[in-house]
């Protein structure tokens, strides 16, 4: 009998730690998966491949996570990747359909040029971690349409497991935190970049007006908040992506109570 009692007590507490404005007296991680949900797989080859090998012609990949009973997340995830790569003249409305296109102006180009090589595009959504309060995902691939170099993209979709909805930065941190956040990010970019509090980051970067700013790609994890630039973002296509790692010890003061990283601070 203690045990049923025990056992309802801790899944109310642990829920309870997802509640937004609600006074909680602990915080406690809760690591299962709530969401039920499976992968998709989407592929398809250009009528060219014959007996290649993947490798050596022109393939599209797709693969995400469908959520049982989940609409809006999963068009949430359908839409991010459907604008991922944004394709030439075409409208992307389902992911059944991007395949088609990707390699219906695969073929087009070989008829203006039949030297061209093969196309790729490889892209994916993945569950990072799930638990009572938060589902996070990681959105990304890898497009080539010819030219000097393809491109890397990552993303990220931070749920709200409980609310169902998309979590902003604006959702954890209390009002007026973009000044004092993008100090502690420079900070922090600063010392990764080991460039000195004074250096102008004007020839390297790609900052507007030569300032430092962070984005809006951020992934909550249970160490801190990560931010992602992509290629070209701030950086040459060369330098690849940059990644931004904010631990909560140094933004505590600026986050909110009771949000969704509120089971993370100690």
Known sequence: MKLKYISVFFIVFGLSSCMWGVPEKQKQAITKDTLSYSYKIIKKRASDCGNKPDSECTVVKIKYPVFKEQ???????????????????????????????????????????????????N?????????SCLTTLEIGGYAYEGGAHGADLTYFINWSTKRGGKILLSDIFVKGYKEPLNKIAEKVFRKD???????????????????????????????????????????????????????YTQIKSLLRPNTVVAQYIK
């Open 193 to 247: 970049e080991k460039l000195a509090d004074t250096a102008r980051l004007a020839n390297d970067y790609f900052f507007e007006k030569n300032k430092f700013s962070l984005n809006n790609n951020f992934l909550i994890t249970p160490l801190g908040l990560r931010f992602l630039y992509n290629e070209y973002e701030i950086k040459s296509y060369a330098a690849g992506q940059t990644d931004l790692q904010i631990p």
């Open 123 to 131: 892209i994916y959504a993945a569950v990072i971690r799930q638990d």
């Open 71 to 121: 609409q809006s997340l999963n068009d949430s995830i359908e839409n991010q990747l459907l604008t991922l790569f944004l394709q030439r003249g075409t409208t992307n409305k389902s992911l059944q359909k991007l395949p088609l296109n990707f390699i219906s102006s695969y073929e087009n180009d070989k008829k203006q040029n039949a030297n061209i090589e093969k196309y790729t595009l």
